[in-house]
């Protein structure tokens, strides 16, 4: 069974950090893109940031754009998304999902909930 | 940037009945349109990609349509668990990846 479980959400103040991970199993990791998608309280969907099967393409959403650092580790099937300089605005459950780079996203992880906040 | 706006942002049906709804592009998204549903306190799920292809497990009651601008997802008759946020997202210009704003499928 496809599954995605995230990690490392909490609570951190404006200007902290924090490092998400995202477990992956049921299918051969390094063969798939990986994408993070955020929703804040209430609101929609957002995309975040996206990274190729090997590693080698990565992209992000104007907003995080040298703040956050998305990588993997294909021997630890594990995404992550590391997250500097937060801000308020950056409150949200945060979601990883198999796929990204033209294809669809399938399946979603659970999510984490990060909360910027003094 | 392309921006989908779906409508309606609220629709309220009864079980049994058929709910339409709508997604359009600001510019052409050829078939690369995905739609899912998100139920409260759950990740969203993925009902249908390529605009009409329905994902593994997903009852034939979904269906969706369109392409360039203009999409549809159909749910032909709605069960209990079908009342929920749905979302349509396009993945053909990109970054960034862009979803519409959602509408709220409520129970009457």
């Known amino acids: 069974e496809l599954q995605l479980l995230e990690s490392g959400g909490g609570l951190v103040q404006p200007g902290g950090s924090l490092r998400l991970s995202c477990a992956a199993s049921?299918?051969?990791?390094?063969?798939?893109?990986m994408t993070w998608v955020r929703q804040a309280p209430g609101k929609g969907l957002e995309w975040v940031s996206a990274?190729?099967?090997?590693?080698?393409?990565?992209y992000y959403t104007d907003s995080v754009k040298g703040r956050f650092t998305i990588s993997r580790d294909n021997s630890k099937n594990t995404l992550y998304l590391q997250m500097n300089s937060l801000r308020a605005e950056d409150t949200a459950v945060y979601y990883c999902?198999?796929?990204?780079?033209?294809?669809?996203?399938?399946?979603w992880g659970q999510g984490t909930l990060v909360t910027v906040s003094s | 940037e392309i921006v989908l706006t779906q409508s309606p942002a609220t629709l309220s049906l009864s079980p049994g009945e058929r709910a339409t709804l709508s997604c359009r592009a600001s510019q052409s998204v050829s078939n690369y349109l995905d739609w899912y549903q998100q139920k409260p306190g759950q990740a969203p799920r993925l009902l249908i990609y390529?605009?009409?292809t329905r994902a593994t497990g997903i009852p034939a009651r979904f269906s969706g349509s369109g392409s360039g601008t203009d999409f549809t997802l159909t749910i032909s008759s709605l069960e209990p668990e079908d009342f929920a946020v749905y979302y349509c997202q396009q993945r053909f210009n990109w970054p960034p990846i862009t979803f519409g704003q959602g509408t709220r499928l409520e129970i009457k």
């Open positions: 990274i190729s099967g090997s590693g080698g393409h990565i």
């Open positions: 049921g299918f051969t990791f390094s063969n798939y893109a």
């Open positions: 999902a198999k796929g990204g780079e033209y294809k669809w996203l399938d399946p």
């Open positions: 390529d605009a009409s």
